[in-house]
């Protein structure tokens, strides 16, 4: 089911809901008002026919002679029935077309004038009728009634419009909430439209424009942004790829000329372990372009959990590995030492690249130096140093500076420093060393 016909059918029931609490408001209302009214009327009844007996001023009820309450009783007769009940539940007066029930009710009130008078509503051949019975003094009950077909009649005409006037009114609910989905998800199915052609066509270089409410132009902007960075993402991907093209060609090339010596007959000794050592070289340096490949490309290095990371213990960790593989002096100094929160593979890397860069581009005795102060890492070396025209290259993947093409190495190690930087919150940069080298230095967020 669609967002449109959700809102749309939600929409309906809950006016559907609020139609048919009003409705049965209205209708309650409306009919205990007009009931109101007729027991107003009867109320009244019973005031003037009190007041008429009183100007009688006659104590006798029942008998043959002049009647003082049929006399009060005459005004009533037009547009009510009127009925005198004794003790017994006689009726000994009657005024009106019809005879009205006495009920033991009607003659426990004749009886008991402390009882009060009550309400009821009645049904004489067919003719619903609202019925007031009082108690009289010295005995028997007055009973007033009034016809109410007229206030049923209103009644059902009342009704009748209340369910005439709620369909209605769903319906234009409805309609008002269909529109008021359609132009809401307006611009959502715009974007998944697109989202469609883009799918379709692989272009990731489009740009969507969808006006709207706030959270849906929010949601376009997103949206963009995503594209934006799958289309960096996707450029980078094409560039990684024709880059590796290029790296590979070089030691495969290799491996092919030197497999080729192989097969030749005429090879002395010390030749053929010449061109094996330069084979175990070039798989050595396929190897570690191929894991460099795979720390840059792949996702995996984002699983692993952060953790908090003492940086003067880390690198004192990096330091003593490196030492003991290559016999070089490095120096660890600290001041303030932070602990900040890192991937410890991603870091390890990342701090080893530096120093193998250092030891690599520095091949004199001259010691690699950590420095850490507070948040920031300097690895720092005292070879020839990086060019101004290099530098703003140097986290670049497959970059190498013409000077040392001739070294081992794939270009790929400063950028998997650049994006360890990128993925921790880090900044990266590099500068020249006082006295000669280059000091890159890696700076985390508090």
Not at 120 to 148: C, E, H, N, S, W
Not at 238 to 251: G, I
Not at 322 to 345: F, L, W
Request: glycine share 6%; charged share 20%; proline share 4%.
């Amino acid at each position: 089911m669609s967002i449109r016909t959700r809102l749309m059918l939600t929409t309906s029931a809950i006016v559907l809901v609020i139609v048919s609490v009003l409705s049965i408001g209205i209708y309650s209302t409306f009919s205990r008002q007009l009931v109101q009214q007729v027991d107003q009327t009867l109320s009244n009844r019973v005031v003037m026919i009190a007041d008429s007996l009183r100007r009688e001023n006659s104590r006798q009820v029942f008998g043959r002679q002049r009647n003082p309450l049929n006399e009060a009783l005459l005004p009533t007769r037009f547009d009510t029935v009127t009925q005198v009940v004794d003790t017994f539940g006689t009726v000994v007066i009657a005024l009106g077309e019809v005879e009205l029930p006495v009920t033991e009710r009607t003659i426990s009130i004749a009886n008991s004038p402390s009882r009060g008078a009550f309400h009821d509503t009645i049904t004489v051949d067919g003719d619903r009728y609202r019925m007031l019975t009082v108690p009289l003094v010295g005995g028997g009950a007055l009973q007033i009634a009034k016809d109410i077909n007229d206030l049923q009649r209103a009644q059902n005409a009342m009704r009748g419009w209340l369910l005439a006037l709620g369909p209605v009114g769903i319906a234009i609910a409805a309609l008002a909430g269909w529109w008021v989905a359609r132009r809401t998800t307006r611009p959502i199915q715009q974007l998944a439209s697109a989202a469609q052609d883009i799918a379709r066509t692989r272009n990731l270089a489009t740009t969507l424009t969808i006006s709207g409410d706030r959270e849906v132009t929010q949601l376009a902007t997103s949206f963009n942004a995503m594209l934006h960075a799958l289309h960096q993402s996707s450029d980078q991907q094409k560039q990684l790829v024709q880059d590796a093209s290029h790296e590979l060609r070089t030691p495969l090339t290799s491996l092919r000329a030197n497999a080729e010596l192989l097969q030749r007959d005429s090879l002395d000794e010390a030749t053929k372990q010449a061109v094996l050592r330069d084979i175990a070289a070039e798989i050595d340096e396929l190897t570690d372009l191929s894991s460099e490949l795979t720390a840059l490309a792949s996702d995996q290095r984002l699983v692993e959990e952060l953790q908090s990371v003492n940086l003067r213990d880390a690198c004192d960790d990096i330091a003593s590995r490196a030492m003991r593989r290559t016999g070089r002096t490095i120096e660890v100094t600290s001041e303030n030492p932070a602990t900040v929160i890192v991937r410890p593979t991603q870091f390890d890397r990342a701090i080893g690249n530096l120093v193998d860069n250092a030891l690599k581009f520095c091949p004199t005795p001259d010691q690699i130096e950590i420095n850490i102060f507070g948040s920031r890492v300097d690895v720092v070396d005292h070879g020839p140093g990086i060019s101004d025209a290099d530098k703003p290259h140097v986290f670049d993947r497959f970059f190498r500076a013409t000077a040392t093409r001739a070294l081992p190495g794939s270009g790929l190690g400063l950028a998997i420093v650049q994006q360890f930087a990128d993925d921790h919150g880090a900044l990266v940069s590099v500068t020249d060393t006082p006295g000669g080298g280059a000091t890159v230095s890696i700076v985390f967020a508090h």
